[in-house]
């Protein structure tokens, strides 16, 4: 295991302030733990609410500007990600395993996207998250901790072995599992196990590092969830059972922890997924019906110590 130091004295560079939470003209959208995905050409924030079973699109003022997938046209929808030329996949739990749904700008179904030249061992292969990146997809299959990479038509690239890398044993892999699942822009895979108490990264070319420990003292981890870095190196993960998000700097060190348990709108319960958009605004899936706040991350030079 590798742990990232902990420091409650270090000069935070990185400064957080609440903004609002994404809402329609009835008020804030109750959300429990949805989905996120941001499509950076667009500035458009993409929400899936498996409850009701659609999904919502916001533009960069936080306000719902469409919504689709409620007529059941799209299955039972868990994730979504949104390609460089507008195109939305929508991952599907269909049985006996996921289909990837591709669907025009507006939502409506288009054809359903195979994976192709899958290695022998991976051809029952079923993902419950999704990722877009550079032509990439990334999709993970949390309980067998495997991530498979393809390019936009599904033909296989590369695959990790997550459970391999860190030192699981495959007996342990169904009570350990993968929370947080993110792509970084330079094509790192992030990801958090919760009973290891840890996150990790993964560079493409399959090296992995990991940071954190387990406690209630700032900078230590509860129940970790998602996970995002910014493009200055930092990185963001949610704790579901501390109500906040601890950042860390590029080197795992900790930087501060905001959020905690209240009524106050900057407050969090249970925070999970987190991602960002290219305005350093942070959002971040609740549950008990939250919602999902969106955070302002601006960064300052870090000050010396006399």
Known sequence: MFFGAVSTDVMAAVETSFLY???????????????????????EIYVVDTREQDIRIFNDKGMEIYRFGNDGS???????????????????RRRPKSAIILCNFRGEPLAELQLKNLPSDLLNFSPDRIAYRKGLLYLLNSSSMRIVVT????????????GSLVGVEDKKRADTQIDGFSVDREGNMLFTIPVLF????????????GFGRPGSAPGRFNIVG?????????????????????????????????????????????????VLDTRGRLYVSQRRSRGISVFQITHRPQTAEP
């Open 21 to 43: 939470s994404l809402s329609n003209t009835s008020g804030t959208i109750p959300y429990s733990w949805a989905n996120l995905f941001i499509d950076e050409e667009r500035n």
């Open 74 to 92: 799209l299955g039972t929808i868990v994730d979504v990600a949104v390609k460089k030329d507008g195109s939305i996949l929508v991952l599907s």
């Open 151 to 162: 390019d936009t038509n599904g033909a296989f690239q590369k695959d990790y072995d997550l």
């Open 198 to 209: 840890a996150a990790f990264t993964l560079s493409p070319d399959g090296q992995i590092s």
């Open 226 to 274: 998602g996970i995002v870095a910014d493009d200055n190196g930092n990185y963001y993960v949610a704790d579901k059972l501390k109500c906040a998000v601890l950042i860390f700097d590029k080197n795992f060190k900790f930087l501060k922890e905001f959020g905690y348990r209240g009524l106050r709108p900057s407050n969090l319960i249970g925070p999970k997924n987190l």
